[in-house]
């Protein structure tokens, strides 16, 4: 592990945990907008509909966040402390944090219908994930070489077939992340985010036994 990890790590665990604090709200004050329906104590409460999409976007950028997180620890080894190397922290982790604050409407009872909010919302949640996606792998295999792995993880890895069906398969996750954003078909984007949510899912559980991965 690099000397100056311990310091940079810390700068990301301040900015994702910000970003999970921001989704946990807004998963907070659904539940309190449905307390508030059911009792009928907030008239302005009575004729919201949650549905289905906006809560599945908010778990697909939690689980997101988790995968992103794991991906800068197995880079531990080669992040310091230089301004480049802050700088790009501050970028990603920071677009992160303005996704979050996107999926979910600061004052819920102003959409009757939180489908028309995912609507308008959804291109820029969706393709924020996507381009920093895309800009974490960019610096992965610019690091390929420093993060390569060790003896134990290469074996642990060629032992495992789950493992390696499941990497392949969250190359799949480019395209699905491309085809929400633009969708406007409201069982395409449902069947895309689980698509997007199991294949994160299978590759954490198949990625348990690689020794630093899980």
Same mark, same amino acid.
């Given at each position: 592990?690099?000397?100056?990890?311990?310091?940079?790590?810390?700068?990301?665990?301040?900015? =994702?945990?910000?970003?999970?604090?921001?989704?946990?709200?807004?998963?907070?004050?659904?539940?309190?907008?449905?307390?508030?329906?059911?009792?009928?104590?907030?008239?302005?409460?009575?004729?919201?509909?949650?549905?289905?999409?906006?809560?599945?976007?908010?778990?697909?950028?939690?689980?997101?966040?988790?995968?992103?997180?794991?991906?800068?620890?197995?880079?531990?080894?080669?992040?310091?402390?230089?301004?480049?190397?802050?700088?790009?922290?501050?970028?990603?982790?920071?677009?992160?944090?303005?996704?979050?604050?996107?999926?979910?409407?600061?004052?819920?009872?102003?959409?009757?219908?939180?489908?028309?909010?995912?609507?308008?919302?959804?291109?820029?949640?969706?393709?924020?994930?996507?381009?920093?996606?895309?800009?974490?792998?960019?610096?992965?295999?610019?690091?390929?070489?420093?993060?390569?792995?060790?003896?134990?993880?290469?074996?642990?890895?060629?032992?495992?077939?789950?493992?390696?069906?499941?990497?392949?398969?969250?190359?799949?996750?480019?395209?699905?992340?491309?085809?929400?954003?633009?969708?406007?078909?409201?069982?395409?984007?449902?069947?895309?985010?689980?698509?997007?949510?199991?294949?994160?899912?299978?590759?954490?559980?198949?990625?348990?036994? =690689?020794?630093?991965?899980?």
């Amino acid at each position: 592990m690099h000397p100056q990890f311990d310091y940079i790590f810390e700068l990301f665990t301040l900015l =994702i945990g910000l970003a999970v604090a921001e989704m946990l709200m807004g998963f907070s004050r659904i539940l309190k907008l449905r307390a508030r329906r059911k009792a009928g104590v907030d008239p302005s409460a009575i004729n919201v509909r949650v549905g289905w999409l906006v809560p599945l976007l908010g778990v697909l950028v939690l689980v997101d966040l988790g995968t992103f997180w794991s991906i800068v620890w197995t880079m531990r080894g080669v992040l310091d402390m230089r301004t480049a190397m802050i700088f790009g922290v501050l970028v990603l982790i920071g677009g992160y944090y303005l996704v979050a604050t996107l999926v979910f409407p600061d004052e819920p009872e102003m959409w009757p219908d939180f489908d028309a909010y995912f609507w308008q919302q959804k291109r820029w949640v969706v393709g924020g994930m996507f381009l920093i996606n895309v800009a974490t792998s960019a610096a992965g295999l610019a690091l390929g070489a420093a993060v390569s792995p060790d003896e134990a993880q290469a074996a642990a890895i060629a032992a495992n077939p789950l493992f390696l069906a499941s990497t392949l398969m969250i190359f799949l996750n480019y395209p699905a992340f491309i085809w929400l954003t633009f969708s406007k078909g409201k069982r395409v984007c449902i069947a895309l985010m689980l698509f997007i949510l199991a294949t994160q899912v299978l590759y954490a559980v198949s990625a348990w036994s =690689i020794p630093g991965l899980a």
